[in-house]
Structure formats: C-alpha cells, structure tokens
C-alpha cells in the first residue's frame, strides 16, 4: 500500500480500530487474524516515525512504540489500539500481557503515577487508572473508548475470578466475581457471574449464601438453566428433597421446551464480555444439562427418597427416551450425571421391585442379563488389587490397556450377577421360592467365573471398587438363597450359605441372624443361643437383627 504519512496516520489509526471492531462484531469472537491488524499498523508508525520492529514480538513492538513515538496527536488512536489489543489478550487468557500494556500506558501518560498498593489486584488497578483519550468529532468511533474501558475492567475481573475459582482461592475469587459482577455487561454476563458466584460459595462451604446468588442468578435472566441445575444440587448437599425435586423438575420443563434465547433488551457493543470470557472452567460450570440427565437424577432421587410411585414413572419416561436414540438422548461427555445404562436398568428394577412390580422388574433384569452374556469370557482371572507402576513404560501403557479391558469385563459380569439377584429377590417375593433358588445359584455361578489372585486377604481397603461390588453381590445372593432354603426347609444348605457369606463379612447382621435361625430350625439350639448372645453382644445391635429379618 501506500507509505505512512505521519499526518493521515490519526485518520489511518481510527479506521483501523473501526474497521476491527467491526470485524469481531461480524465474527463474533476475537480471533488472531485481526490481531494482526493491529501489528501492522504498529509497523506503519515506527516506520512512519523513521523507525523499525520487524523482528520483534507483540509485546516488545508496543513497547518501542510506546516509549519512542512521542507526537501528541498519534497518543489518542495509540491507546484506543492498546485497548484493543488488550481486548484480544485478554480473550486468550494473557492477563500478564494485558497488564503490562496498560503499564507502559499509564507510564506514557504520567510516569510519576503511584503504584498499585499490597493486596490490591494489578491488573484492574491498571484498567480503572487508565485515561481515556478524547474523542475527536472528526474522527467518529463505532464504540466509545470509554464503553470498551469498562467492558475490559469486567472481563479482566470475571477472568483473573474463574482462575482464583479453579486454583481453590475461593474468597479472592468471590471479592472478584463480585467486582464483575458491579461492571458492564449483559443480563445473560450477568446471570453466568452470579451463577459462577454462587457455585464459589457452595465450594466455600456456604450452601445457604450460594442459593442466593443462584436465585438473583434466575431473576437477572430466567433462561440461565445452569442456575438451576446449581441450586438442585445445593438443595441435595442441604438435603431439602422437596425443594430439590422441584428445581429438577423445572429445569427438565424448560430443556423440554427449549425456549429461544430472549434478544438482549440493552445496547449492542460489538466488543462484549461474553467475546473475552470464554475459559474451560465456565464452559464447565455453564454446562447444560441433558434432558435425559434431569430425568434420570428426578427418579434416582424420588427412589432414595422413597417415593417409589414417582421413582418408576421417572425411570419409564427415562427408558422411553432411551429408545428414541441413544446418541440423541445421553451425553457421553465426561461430565454427565447418567452412569452405565445397565445401572439405570438395575435402578429401575429397584424402584419395580419396592412398588411390588415384580414381574416386571424381572423383565427389567432380563434385558440386562440378555445384552451382557456375550461380553462376559468363561474365565477372568485379574488381581485384587491395582499396582500402579512407577514409571509409565510401553509395556506399562499395554497392561493398561488390559487392565482396562478386565474391568470392562468386571462391570458387566457384576451387572449381569446383579440382574441375577434382582430376578431372585422378586420370585422370593411373588413366593417361587425355587425360582428364587434358582436365580440365586446362578449369581452365584457367574461369580464362580472371576479367578482373584494377589496378596492374600488381608486388608480390604485397596481392593479393586469392581471386585469389592462383585463381593457385596455374592454375600446377598448367599443370605437370600440361604433365606429361600429356610423357606424350603432346607436347613442345611442354608445353613452352609449364611457360614460362607459371614467368610466373606464377618459379623455381617443378617447373615449372623439367619444363620442363628438355621441352627435353630436345626435343632442345635444351644449353639444357637451361643450364636444369638455373641451377636446381640456385637456393636450391630437390635438394628442387625431388624435388618437381618428384612432381607
């Protein structure tokens, strides 16, 4: 193009910043190619003013122009550039680059300025110290330098707050999202600090403090559903059921209905807060939830809560969707709240079961059991416990991957031994007793399957999760089929399985209080009383016997 011409570069300079600022607009994001604008237009002053930067970095070239660029009519378009560029550094999270930029500003402008005092946050005392230059009526701007100054004190606050929020520093964090929150921005910017705000307090351990943030979070713009999930999950950590169920219920509502957003109802910057602000930590806290989650967590809740009735329906609804498509309907992204779909399967044959269904709860366990009998190998031998190498090797990344494969294995082999044991829980309950057996012993031969190998048995604490669970399932498949042979009369054989299930949990109540009736009905009554005085002795107490007769 044509040379620099120190007179027309004011003129050059503001269509620059113009025609950027409408480039982002148009874009809607700050992206590197009109950074580079900005470089090039540094370029043109140095050379204009007999000087070169080629060579240098960005952060070096604003330097040099700073410091020797001294015409008095270059300092209003210079700082608006500044602005900008800090604009695009701090949409790629380089808060230091943008600090020392707005430094070698207020140096320019006044180099006696006082420093930013101990404590105080340097960035934002740069912005707020920061002159803007005037504007000129000849060289009108499509966004006020003075709107683009607060805009940036909100970014840089709400940025410098999520970073605090993610490293642990909750009540700096707080003080900044609270400064962000006082700043320039949407209603929709707005929503999302008080929402980040509130998920700060939760975090800080004030449940109570947090709920009001969410709230305002919901009255500054009702569309912010995040806000609602948060409060869902603060009202479950408050253990206020009610109230949770009712805010998981509005939410699945609204992501039902998928209200379009509403249009913003204030002025139109083409530099906004939500261009800058746009880290891994708020796409997390932001997260929508998935239609099929918010159903999924209303009937786990209902079901822990007791409401058995709400419990099935929710999970039905769940499954109903499920077979709508299950790529449309579950997330598979890391942070879902839905786990393995056989374990809503087994959930819901629960809720069957506890709402006298019975039948169909067997049903329900039978589509387990179906679908995971050809993953399951006739053998799987694996270790207790997880040895985690020192130094990740090939050979290392190989065992993982075996490692992971067996777990695999594990998880469906638990989740179909767990159909198993659902299936004989609801026979013994409709009074089939010997298809109760039946269901029972086949548990109990699937389990037969996982060869354990490692260090003995010693302490519990480090075996795997999968074949702690696998432990837990074979204990109640022995104290229910032992329950089932007692029915039959078949002391012996229940006898011998309420001995194996106190070997695999010593001092376990039920099987204890079982295996007392068994010795009984087998006439060994004085070693029952024996049994029965050591048990009533245990620290499981009246309660054991009460859960004992329960199962």
């Given at each position: ?177 609270q400064e962000a929150a006082g700043g320039f921005c949407s209603k929709k910017v707005l929503a999302q600090i008080y929402t980040c ?124 969707l499920l077979q709508e498509g299950l790529q449309q309907q579950v997330p598979l992204d890391g942070g879902s709240a839905l786990p ?212």
């Amino acid at each position: 193009g044509l040379p620099p011409a120190l007179p027309a570069l004011p003129l050059e300079l503001t269509v620059l910043y113009n025609s950027l600022l409408f480039a982002t607009g148009a874009s809607d994001s700050a992206i590197q190619g009109e950074a580079e604008g900005i470089r090039q237009g540094l370029l043109r002053v140095l050379e204009a003013c007999g000087a070169c930067g080629q060579g240098l970095s960005t952060e070096e070239l604003w330097q040099k122009v700073l410091q020797e660029v001294t015409v008095e009519e270059l300092q209003a378009p210079l700082h608006r550039l500044g602005a900008l560029q800090a604009a695009w550094w701090l949409a790629a999270s380089r808060l230091g680059s943008a600090a020392g930029l707005f430094r070698l500003l207020s140096n320019a402008e006044d180099p006696g300025r006082a420093r930013c005092s101990e404590g105080e946050n340097e960035l934002l005392y740069l912005l707020k110290a920061w002159r803007v230059p005037a504007e000129v009526a000849s060289l009108p701007l499509v966004q006020s330098a003075e709107d683009l100054k607060e805009i940036l004190c909100t970014a840089a606050a709400f940025l410098q707050g999520l970073q605090e929020l993610e490293a642990g520093n909750f009540p700096t964090a707080l003080s900044l999202l609270q400064e962000a929150a006082g700043g320039f921005c949407s209603k929709k910017v707005l929503a999302q600090i008080y929402t980040c705000l509130g998920c700060c307090a939760q975090r800080m351990g004030k449940p109570q403090t947090a709920l009001q943030h969410l709230k305002r979070a919901l009255q500054v713009d009702f569309q912010c559903l995040p806000a609602l999930s948060h409060a869902a999950a603060v009202y479950h950590e408050l253990g206020e059921t009610e109230a949770e169920l009712q805010a998981l219920a509005l939410l699945y509502e609204a992501l039902e209905k998928k209200t379009p957003a509403a249009a913003s109802s204030g002025p139109y910057f083409l530099i906004r807060t939500e261009l800058l602000v746009h880290t891994p930590i708020l796409a997390s806290l932001l997260r929508h939830r998935h239609p099929s989650e918010v159903k999924y967590l209303l009937a786990q809740r209902c079901l822990q809560d007791g409401r058995v009735a709400d419990a099935v329906e929710h999970y039905l609804d769940f499954l109903a969707l499920l077979q709508e498509g299950l790529q449309q309907q579950v997330p598979l992204d890391g942070g879902s709240a839905l786990p393995r779909i056989p374990e809503v399967f087994l959930e819901a044959a629960s809720a069957l079961e506890q709402a006298g269904r019975h039948q169909d709860a067997i049903t329900m366990c039978e589509e387990v059991i179906s679908r995971t009998t050809d993953l399951i190998p006739r053998t799987l031998r694996v270790e207790e416990r997880l040895e985690q190498p020192e130094c990740p090797s090939p050979e290392a990344g190989l065992a993982g991957g075996l490692l992971s494969q067996k777990k695999e294995s594990l998880c469906c082999l638990a989740w179909r031994a767990a159909g198993y044991l659902h299936q004989g829980w609801a026979w013994a309950k409709l009074g089939e007793s010997k298809e109760a057996v039946t269901q029972f012993s086949r548990c109990l031969g699937d389990l037969l399957r996982v060869q354990l190998y490692g260090c003995g048995v010693e302490p519990t604490e480090s075996l795997l999760p999968e074949v702690e669970v696998l432990q837990k399932i074979r204990l109640l498949s022995l104290i229910g089929r032992g329950a089932q042979f007692l029915e039959l009369g078949r002391h012996k054989e229940a006898l011998l399985d309420f001995q194996h299930g106190l070997q695999i949990l010593p001092g376990d109540p039920a099987a204890a209080s079982y295996l007392v009736q068994a010795l009984w009905k087998l006439n060994r009554k004085q070693e029952a009383a024996a049994r029965w005085q050591k048990f009533s002795q245990s620290p499981a107490g009246e309660d054991g016997q009460q859960e004992g007769q329960g199962r």
